[in-house]
């Protein structure tokens, strides 16, 4: 695989590898497009979701929670802030046709989840919160009773569609020693529910396992079971009769298809000369997984990393595009009628200097498209 390095200067993109892929580079025309948003201050985009008009729109943070929409060119149509500078708004999923539920981390003087309901514009028309701290890949979405169900860590809230608590579950241990962390979920038949994340292993630090865990309407834990190999599961995918689940092991991102009863039917883990990381992957038109993360070449510098597999579980493409300069990511994809779009963050440059001396730059909201074969250029 050649690694294309992608150089932002302003509105100009340039394509570096080596010296044949440079040549075709130079003629080729662009078919993706890479944007870099508040170039002021640290900011990075988390979640997306299509709107009713083919347009997205991306939750994140820029000071504070932050949304806008944008068209499938990278366009920004609007933008919208909530909450004061300590706030990020980490996820967002559709709620109905024209509203959407927005999750967004408190830091502040209140400390916190702050749960949002918004329209299509960006409009406030609800608000709740929630006395946990958000783990990294919470997740919030609608269940079939117009409700929502949270997860964080080791916190499960059921809501009502008024946004009011249900009932909240937490899955921990005395000594914390065995605690669960949940990341997603999906909803079964008859009520029941599917969570999965993973198990923090007993004296020993650091040490974790993949979990799954099947429970009634109310949260009650009816069959659970550990996957010791693979150490974490971030999101679930249902295809079918059959779950497809996007993890991670200490060293390189996983896709796992299994039965639903939770029998592995095959599992692919990445292997490369680089360790990398799954954050997020979907199902595309053509029913094979496209999964994006990132790809490490240090402990504070990566790649952005994109790969497609069939539905066996075989790889037919890899990419990985950034400067190198920091952790380059993508936090999110979404299929776009000729490719792929992903939300993320970027480093444009390594170091800046003040009047105090040189300091590292910190992340950039970024958006960034290839073409059906993750291809930045033709």
Partial sequence: MIRKLILIIPALVFAFGNKQQYEIDKKAQQIGFSKIFYEDKYGAF??????????????????????????????????????????????????????????????????????????TYGNLKGE?????????????????????????????????????????????SIDFHENLDFNDFIELDNDEYLFIGKKWIKNKYEERSAYMMRTDSKGNVTWNKEYPSIKE??????KENEFVLMGNTPLQVTITKMDKEGNIIWNYTRIDDTNTFGRDFILNQSGNLVVVGKEYVSDVKSYLMIFELTNNGELLWQNSYGLGLGKDTATAILEVSDGYIMSGEINTTEYKENEFGLFPVTERAWIFKVNKQGVYRD
Wanted: aromatic share 12%; proline share 1%; hydrophobic share 40%.
């Fill in 46 to 119: 988390n979640s997306m979701v299509y709107d009713n008009s083919n347009n997205i729109i991306i939750a994140g943070v820029n000071r504070n929670s932050i949304v806008l929409k944008i068209d499938e060119h990278g366009n920004q149509l609007w933008e919208k802030r909530y909450g004061d500078r300590f706030s990020s708004a980490e996820y967002i999923e559709k709620a109905s046709k024209n509203t959407y539920i927005l999750m967004t981390s408190i830091q502040g003087d209140k400390i916190g989840t702050q749960v949002l309901l918004i329209d």
């Fill in 233 to 238: 599961f971030q999101k679930i995918i249902v």
């Fill in 128 to 172: 709740s919160f929630f006395p946990i701290i958000l783990q990294q890949d919470s997740k919030i979405k609608q269940t079939k009773d117009k409700g929502f169900i949270l997860v964080s860590g080791y916190n499960i809230i059921k809501i009502n569609a008024n946004g009011f608590e249900v009932w909240h579950q937490k899955y921990k």
